[in-house]
Nanobody
Framework: QVQVVESGGGSVQAGGSLRLSCVVY????????MGWYRQAPGNMREFVSN???????AQSDSVKGRFTISRDNAKNTLYLQMNSLKTEDTAVYYC??????????????????WGQGTQVTVSS
């Protein structure tokens, strides 16, 4: 059974940094495309960043230059390093595992597994 578990969220002041982690249990990680999404109150879920099984990455324009996605296949873990955080980055961040269908753009992919989310709060 596959489980996706995020951690690393918390509260930080604007300009600060956080690193999110996502562990995938189930011996599938290395072959899976992975992604981070976020959802703020009252908003739809939005794409943040993704990384393919071979390490190719993509980011949304809103986080480009500030957030970095990476993966450690030996640890079955996905990371999101978030620097220069802004109040508008406040959201629940979700890890998505294993692309099941590719969309037109990097944020349009469909994933098989999702984590429960981790809260990130950025204060001014």
């Amino acid at each position: 059974q596959v489980q996706v578990v995020e951690s690393g969220g918390g509260s930080v002041q604007a300009g600060g940094s956080l690193r999110l982690s996502c562990v995938v249990y189930g011996n599938i990680f290395s072959s899976c495309g992975m992604g981070w999404y976020r959802q703020a109150p009252g908003n739809m879920r939005e794409f943040v960043s993704n990384i393919s099984s071979d390490g190719t990455t993509a980011q949304s324009d809103s986080v480009k230059g500030r957030f970095t996605i990476s993966r450690d296949n030996a640890k079955n873990t996905l990371y999101l390093q978030m620097n220069s955080l802004k109040t508008e980055d406040t959201a629940v961040y979700y890890c998505a595992a294993c692309v099941v269908r590719r969309g037109l753009g990097p944020g349009d992919d469909s994933y098989t597994y999702w984590g429960q989310g981790t809260q990130v709060t950025v204060s001014s």
